[in-house]
């Protein structure tokens, strides 16, 4: 079954084709990033207007990469949720246009799951049930992937989200942006104990995250450097800050997957490209016994192949849209269409 899949929910447009949920046989993105670091973070309304402008052209791209005709595609997968709400409206209209004029099925993807997928695409032979670290710049969710579309929270972020602090001490730093990259690459050689960060731990939630706390006492520390005039130490900054990230991500990941005994472990999303918490993870689950599933970068931001690929497992669930399909700008990962 060949999926022809649309992913617009920040400032990447992709439209890719994959065969199965398994094989990736084109995945074309066009990012606006350099647009919106100008302003320091996403413009939803810029990054709306670009998703316009090349989604079209982008999907006759990932054909022609494909080698392959419209009347090839035997289905249409798209997010649908979460998102930019403008952002997710333009995949969606998009999505439902194909499907109609095809004569085909349209998929919706909740967008995160569609990341849990992309270790399908990594790795052929992972099945659920795992545990799961979604990190992102819009989510922090430890998720129990019972089944390709049988998914519960574990525990979530209270606050804000850890890419989205990433970004932020990033931008304070004069990092520039997407911050996760340059913030990574500062920490290497980086002193991880110069600067005393908190940890926090959620008493009636033990597996619940909390950033805000790290996040206002990052910026907290940076103002009284630059305050006594003091250069800022950028490598140990970096260093202590993905050090407590990591801190807050890691245990809480592993002591779900003892709790449930699946002995699987995966990570994704755009924070699953740090260094630190890559080694972290592999370090913690190497003590447990446990399989540890980290897809390659390429694959942590995102693309339309993940959405291709959860897209297939949710049309075998019969979890099909129709021409009503609406976009959401926050949705469960737990909950159907």
């Known amino acids: 079954m060949i999926i022809l899949a649309v992913e617009s929910s920040c400032d990447e447009t992709a439209v890719a084709l994959v065969r199965d949920g398994r094989e990736v046989l084109s995945d074309c993105i066009a990012s606006s990033a350099e647009m919106h670091e100008l302003y320091g973070g996403v413009v939803p309304e810029i990054a709306s207007r670009k998703h316009i402008e090349v989604i079209a052209s982008l999907a006759d791209a990932a054909l022609e990469q494909a080698g392959l005709e419209r009347r090839d595609i035997d289905a249409v997968a798209v997010t649908y949720a979460p998102g930019l709400i403008g952002a997710v409206l333009v995949g969606v209209n998009f999505a439902k246009s194909v499907a109609y004029a095809l004569g085909v099925p349209l998929i919706p993807v909740h967008h995160v799951r569609g990341h849990i997928a992309a270790n399908y695409i990594a790795y052929p032979e992972l099945e659920p049930p795992f545990v799961c670290l979604c990190v992102s710049g819009g989510t922090s969710l430890i998720v129990d992937v019972r089944g390709y579309t ?54 009636d939630a033990p597996l619940d995250l909390s950033f805000s706390g790290l996040k206002t006492a990052m910026l907290n520390q940076i103002h009284k450097l630059e305050q006594k005039g003091e250069a800022l130490p950028v490598a ?97 990962i737990s909950l159907g269409v």
Do not use: W
Request: proline share 4%.
């Open 150 to 203: 049988d998914m519960a929270i574990l525990g979530a972020t209270r606050d804000d989200a850890a890419g989205e602090c990433f970004d932020k001490i990033a931008r304070v730093m004069g990092l520039g942006y997407p911050g996760g990259g340059p913030l990574d690459r500062a920490a290497q050689g980086g002193n991880d104990r110069a600067f005393d960060l908190p940890r926090v731990h959620i008493q």
């Open 236 to 332: 140990d900054l970096a260093a202590s800050f993905a050090a407590a990230v990591s801190d807050e991500l890691v245990p809480r990941t592993i002591e779900a997957a003892k709790a449930l005994g699946y002995g699987k472990v995966a990570v994704v999303g755009g924070v699953a490209a740090n260094s630190r918490i890559r080694r972290d993870l592999e370090d913690a689950c190497k003590r447990q016994g446990f399989t540890l599933y980290m897809p390659p970068l390429k694959l942590c931001g995102d693309h339309g192949a993940m959405i291709g690929s959860q897209g297939y497992y949710e049309y075998l669930a019969g979890n099909l849209g129709g021409t009503d399909l609406n976009a959401f700008a926050n949705r469960d």
